[in-house]
């Protein structure tokens, strides 16, 4: 493939990946450190012809190296506890106003650690990064029955596990 389509396809989907991956590790450094590394592999491996696919592609490669990653560094434990650290705030809004917003987002990155990969994957993809189902297809090597169904038993299990926790609480 020719660098300027390399630099057309970082520029197109370097932030949506690192998004993607830090969602899925927590940590800003090593989602970084992921998508310097996805980008790499497509450098060395990805073909012209499969530029039609590079989005996809691109998300394949990225969910390898994070499962690598999740393997090689992090146990169940530290990565939950990470989960638990993050926050985001708005400073435009009200103190209950983030408050409540930073509870519901702790609330979510809860459940979603309660979920096996396979479903927090397939939920981060479709509905955080807007992935098409034959994306999804491409990306976790399933056909398109399987993708539907994963992706609906992922959806109840989320909401399965939210109504729960607002029971807990």
């Not at 989907?13 to 899925?24: F, G, V």
Request: with cysteine; glycine share 2%.
């Amino acid at each position: 493939m020719r660098s300027d389509l390399y630099t057309e396809l970082f520029k197109q989907y370097q932030s949506s990946l690192y998004l993607y991956l830090y969602r899925m590790c927590g940590s800003p450094e090593t989602a970084e450190e992921l998508v310097q590394e996805t980008f790499y592999r497509a450098m060395v491996s990805m073909k012209a012809q499969h530029a039609d696919y590079a989005r996809a592609w691109l998300y394949k490669v990225a969910r390898h190296l994070f499962i690598d990653w999740y393997r090689k560094y992090r146990g169940e434990k530290q990565m939950n506890q990470e989960l638990e650290k993050q926050g985001v705030e708005n400073t435009y809004r009200t103190p209950e106003e983030v408050l409540t917003a930073r509870e519901h987002t702790i609330r979510i990155q809860q459940v979603m650690k309660k979920l096996p990969e396979q479903y927090r994957t397939i939920l981060l993809l479709r509905e955080m990064n807007e992935l098409s189902y034959k994306e999804l297809c491409e990306i976790l090597d399933m056909n398109m029955n399987q993708v539907k169904v994963t992706l609906f038993r992922a959806r109840e299990r989320f909401k399965a596990e939210m109504l729960q926790m607002k029971g807990d609480v």
